[in-house]
Each structure stands twice: as C-alpha cells, then as structure tokens.
C-alpha cells in the first residue's frame, strides 16, 4: 500500500520588510506539523516562500534607492538565515521571481484567459497598497482600508478581470458539503458571510507599475500581485510541465495561514483553481494573531520583535515551544518576553530538564547509570505505563485535528506524570530495601518515559528531542525513528546512559530583561562635540577603508548595546563587534553592505574580538544611522 501523503504550505512572506514573530509563529506550527507528519510514517511536502511582486515592493526598493531585484534578493536571504536558525525543515522555498514560477503564472492566466473567465475591462476603485487589496467604496470603513485601517488610493487603469462573481454559487455548495474547508469554525461562517454579500469581479492585471510577472498576451499588464502569488502552491508541484508531481501531490491537503489572508486562500484561490478545473486544497487553516503587548505587531507601531535576538538569548526551543504551547491554535494570543521566561522555565526547566536530571542521576547512584530489566510492577506502575501507552496515537489524533498546543498538553501531560510517578514510587526508599526488584522496575520505566518524551516532542522540539537521546545514549538515529518506535517496552535493558549538563538552564528574571521593544526605543545620548583637528591626506590615507557585505549578526551575550557581525571583506572574513543594538536588529542587518575602518587594532568587547570597526552616522537627536552601498559594490571594494 503506498504511504498516506501530506502536502503543506505557509504563506510566501512579502520581503517588504523583515520577517518578526508573526510570520516565525505560522512557519514554526507548518514545521512541527510537518515533521509530525512524517515522524507519523507519511510522505510530507513542506512548502514556503516569498512573495516579491507588486507595488508594495517597488515602492520599499524605491525608497531605499536600490531596484527591486536588489531590495528583494537581500531580505529574502535572511529569510533563510531566519528558518535555518529555527531548525525549519522545508521542502522547496518558491520565489515568485523565479523562471519556473513566472511560468507557471503565465500559464495560469493564460488559460483562464482562453476559456473566458478573464476578460478586459477598465477599473476605477480603491487600492490598499499595505494590504495590496482592491476594494469596492461600499465596503471601505471610514474612507479607510476595512482590513488595516491605513488611507486607500484611488485607481483608474486599464485592466483584466477575472469573474468571481460567476463562480460564487459552487464555491458556497463546495464551503457547504466540505466542512473542513475552512477552519476554524468561526472563519467558515465570516467567508461564507462575505461570499454572500455578493462578490465582484476581481480585477487581476495592473497597467500603472512594471514590477510583476508580464500578462502574456498584454503588453504594459502586469499580474495582479495575489494571483501571481498564489500560484506559489502549483509552481511547488512543477506546474504546468511535472504532471506527475502534480498527481502525487494535489490537492494540497492543508494550506496554513494566518486569519487576515484567509479571502484570498477561500475565495480566490478556489476560483482560480475552478476555473482551471483542478480540485480544491483539502484546508485552508486560518489561525489567530500574534498580539504584542496591546495589539498587533506592526512596524509602525514600534513593537515588532526579531525572533534572532530571541533565539540568541533564549534558545529556539524556548522559542518554539512558546508559540506552539502558549497559544491555543486557531485564536489569538499574546507575546510577552516575560510570558516567554516563564513558559521556559516551567514547563522546560522544572518539568522536562529536571526530571531527564533526576532521573539519570538516580539511574547512576543505583545502577551506575544502566537501564536495569525490569520485573512485574505494582498498579501504580501500570497505570503510568497505560498512559504512557496511549499517548502516541493520542498525540496522532491531536495533530491530525491541528491541535498543537492540546498535542503539547498531551506530552506534558506524561511529563508530569512521571514527575509523579518519582514522587509517589520514592525510589530513594525502594533502594534501602534487600531486593531491588521494584527499584528496577521503577527505573525502567522512568527511562522508557524518557525515551517516549524525547521521540514525541522531536517534531516540536528538534534539538530537545535530540539531546534527551543523546544522554539516554540510544543508539537507533533518532531522525529514521517514527511514531511505531513510541511503543512501549523498546528500550533494551542493558543500555549504558550517559547524564549530560541540565537541557533547560532556568532563565534568571532579572529587571536587564526588559521587553525588546523598549530596549529599541531608547535612543543615545546626543554626542559632545569635539574639536576639529585638521588632518592632511597623508595622515588620512592611514586609514583603510572598505566596503564589507554582513553574513550573520547575533546578540552578544551580557550587552545591551552590542551586536556582533560576521562580515565578509572580500578576500576574507571577521568578526567585528559593534554598538548598534539599538538601532538594527539582527534581520535588518544580514546582507547589508557597510564601510568599515579595516586596520585598527583588534580589541575584545565583552569578551569577543572585534576586528575593525563600522562606519555609522550620528544624528544630534541620537538617532544613528549605517553608512551603507548597494549591491552594485561588490565586498572588498576600496572606500576613498
Ligand atoms: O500576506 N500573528 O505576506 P505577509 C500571527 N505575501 N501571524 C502573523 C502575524 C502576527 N502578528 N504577522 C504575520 C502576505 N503573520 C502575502 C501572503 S500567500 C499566497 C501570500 C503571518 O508577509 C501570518 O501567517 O504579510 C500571516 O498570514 C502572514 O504572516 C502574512 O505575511
């Protein structure tokens, strides 16, 4: 029989700005699903991407003063430095400036075109350029954009459209006879709701900027920056040319995005698949909101969090854990650092790091740190061992409801369990006694729960999933494991273990932890003037200067202000340690190419080398700015 397969995608990400948390929370809970998935026994394809058309990023490149290709080829390079970072197991990664997605665009369009679903006209409307949405006047609130709230502009341009209204009547009986279409619940009845109050024509080309893909048979057209992006779900299948790709991988069985997006994914995107004669994705999940604080997170609002300098103090795990646990998926939720510390050191370090701990260092006070065989238990053991049992297929069930955060309960669930089972069995008694018969039985079940944590929490926690077998010194790969391993009783007596340093170190909550978003807002002090001192062009040519592209930026452990950069100078690499926490994030730096001063002596800065130093501009208010070139300079290059 050939394997149940599982098709998955996020949203591809407009590299208009820097990914934050929000978009970390979507790719996190695609990833866990995934890697369930597959840890299930099934054939998985995980899709992302970026989303690089359109006015919005014509107009971001403009204001940067770089094209569009430049702008959009440095951030979404850290886009990948961002998902690597997370230990995100993607797939595929579609750019929508690519040749075969370009393709697949064309095809589309020019398909729907010649059975007559697209068609010429001239709109005259609203635009939300932030949301790159059209609307109608009727449904503007205020004269604003309904969705974000931020001022419309007005259209007049020739344009295709396409007839959404025509398939209204089989996309509600479609919505009618799927119930999980469209998930959650609440998101079913607000789109039906919407189709109901009548559906325009949507206007899919634009005449009045060139960044898009080109209408095929319309010269000045460029395609409508959500039709092209789509598209995005076909491209990843080899569309139009891979037909078997295709078979084996439509539909697609869950497309995961966040609520705000959910029209596109519900009502366009099943048009066009109609229109195209193609079957529809199995679901379209729509979940709640990152809430920061008091609202959403948005650069505006000067609260947005870069989920590097996270990972870098708090580790991904804490991380990634927080956003799948805290959250009940499907509502919104908010994130606080403070939250965050707490989560950690709860349920990571006094649950889940102590008992691998305590456990470990019993098995070595006992039985010098070897899985001893274990005899007939008490009911006490059997009732731990039932649960244990059950948890697999439970977890199973809760994944394949998208449960995330009830699938996390679940596993905790034997984390304290066995927390108890210590508590109530007290091995430290059953030692004293002449025959060890209940120690050993107790042991082996401590370890065998251990073993069972470690192979269920991986697809959330991969690191954590890999160090508990790391110390239970398993030899099987972890990675080949699947769900068929969480049977209980596989662990062989006769392993020798091997306890290593706590896998969650608490976080201290000192008053330096202040949330990010405050830490940024404080600006420096104004600098003192000093004195002019006149230098002539000898003493200035001492000084080298050279344009230097960043290759990583983390926090530096310890320091506030300070940022530590990997830069690429051309001929060769450093390390320099700069001042500049809080003006730039880590992801606003990655790609960027700086001035730096390339001979000064090498200095430590709390405790890390810096070997040269950048240039930045200084404004009287404080605010501080990066002297930078665009890609056009290659690294290395002499700056005079
Ligand atoms: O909409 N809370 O891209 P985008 C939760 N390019 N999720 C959040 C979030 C928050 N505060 N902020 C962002 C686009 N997200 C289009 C998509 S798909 C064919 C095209 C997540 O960069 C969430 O998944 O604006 C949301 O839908 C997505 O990022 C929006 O990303």
Redesign the pocket.
Same mark, same amino acid.
């Given at each position: 029989m050939s394997k149940e397969r599982f098709y998955i +995608? /996020?949203?591809?990400?407009?590299?208009?700005?820097h990914?934050?948390?929000?978009?970390a929370? +979507? /790719?996190v809970a695609a990833d866990a699903i995934a890697r369930w998935h597959k840890f299930a026994g099934r054939d998985v394809l995980f899709v992302t991407g970026?989303?690089e058309h359109g006015q919005k990023i014509q107009r971001a490149a403009k204001k940067e003063g770089v094209s569009a290709q430049a702008y959009v080829d440095r951030i979404v390079s850290t886009f990948k430095v961002l998902w690597d970072k997370m230990n995100i197991e993607y797939d595929d990664f579609i750019r929508t400036t690519e040749p075969r997605h370009e393709k697949a665009v064309q095809t589309v369009f020019q398909t729907i075109y010649d059975r007559g679903d697209i068609y010429k006209s001239a709109y005259r409307g609203w635009y939300c350029t932030p949301?790159?949405t059209f609307w109608t006047e009727n449904r503007l609130v205020d004269g604003n954009c309904p969705d974000c709230g931020r001022p419309v502009e007005l259209l007049e341009e020739e344009s295709y459209f396409f007839r959404l209204n025509k398939y209204a009547p089989r996309l509600l009986e479609h919505i009618e006879k799927h119930p999980d279409f469209i998930r959650p619940e609440a998101r079913r009845k607000e789109m039906v709701n919407f189709i109901q109050s009548g559906l325009e024509d949507l206007c899919v080309s634009r005449t009045s900027f060139d960044w898009g893909v080109p209408v095929p048979f319309a010269e000045n057209h460029v395609v409508y920056?959500?039709f092209d992006?789509?598209?995005?779900?076909l491209t990843a299948l080899g569309y139009p040319d891979d037909q078997k790709m295709q078979d084996r991988w439509w539909p697609a069985d869950l497309?995961?995005?966040?609520?705000?997006?959910m029209r596109?994914?519900t009502i366009i995107?099943p048009i066009i698949l109609m229109a195209l004669d193609l079957p529809l994705p199995k679901t379209v999940f729509?979940?709640?909101?990152?809430?920061?604080e008091s609202g959403?997170?948005?650069k505006s609002k000067g609260n947005v969090v870069d989920p590097l300098v996270l990972i870098d103090k708090y580790g991904v795990d804490p991380l990634r854990y927080f956003l799948l646990r805290e959250i009940s998926f499907g509502q919104?939720g908010n994130?606080s650092e403070r939250a965050l510390i707490e989560r950690t050191n709860a349920d990571l370090a006094n649950d889940l790091g102590n008992l691998l701990n305590r456990t470990l260092s019993m098995l070595n006070q006992y039985f010098k740190g070897v899985v001893p065989q274990p005899g007939e238990g008490t009911e006490k053991d059997q009732a731990f061992i039932d649960f244990a049992r059950g948890l697999g297929p439970a977890v199973d069930k809760r994944m394949r409801n998208l449960e995330l955060n009830e699938a996390l309960i679940a596993i905790w669930q034997l984390v304290g369990k066995a927390n108890k089972y210590i508590d109530d069995r007290a091995p430290w008694d059953l030692a004293k006694a002449e025959d060890k018969g209940e120690l050993k039985t107790v042991m082996y079940n401590l370890i065998e729960g251990l073993r069972l944590t470690a192979l269920l929490v991986k697809s959330f926690l991969p690191a954590t999933g890999g160090k508990i077998w790391a110390q239970l010194n398993l030899k099987e790969d972890l990675d080949a494991q699947t769900l068929a391993a969480a049977e209980w009783g596989r662990l062989l007596p006769g392993t020798k273990t091997r306890k290593g340093d706590p896998i969650f170190p608490r976080i201290e909550t000192k008053a330096e932890k202040r949330p990010l978003s405050k830490q940024r807002k404080e600006k420096k002090k104004p600098v003192k003037k000093r004195e002019g001192v006149l230098l002539n062009i000898e003493e200035f040519s001492k000084i080298e200067l050279a344009v230097a592209e960043i290759l990583q930026a983390e926090t530096v452990q310890g320091a506030d202000r300070l940022l530590k950069l990997q830069i690429d100078l051309g001929s060769e690499k450093r390390q320099i340690v700069a001042g500049i926490a809080q003006y730039y994030t880590p992801l606003e730096l990655i790609g960027r190419r700086i001035v730096v001063v390339k001979n000064l002596k090498p200095v430590k800065l709390r405790g890390e080398l810096s070997q040269g130093m950048l240039l930045a501009a200084s404004a009287p208010d404080g605010n501080l700015e990066l002297v930078t070139v665009s890609s056009a300079i290659p690294a290395g290059s002499k700056v005079k």
């Open positions: +995608t /996020t949203p591809i990400y407009y590299p208009s700005d990914l934050h948390i929000g978009h929370y +979507t /790719t970026s989303d949301c790159e920056v959500w992006a789509l598209t995005n779900y497309h995961l995005v966040g609520k705000e997006i596109f994914h995107w729509g979940h709640g909101w990152l809430l920061f959403k997170m948005s919104d994130f």
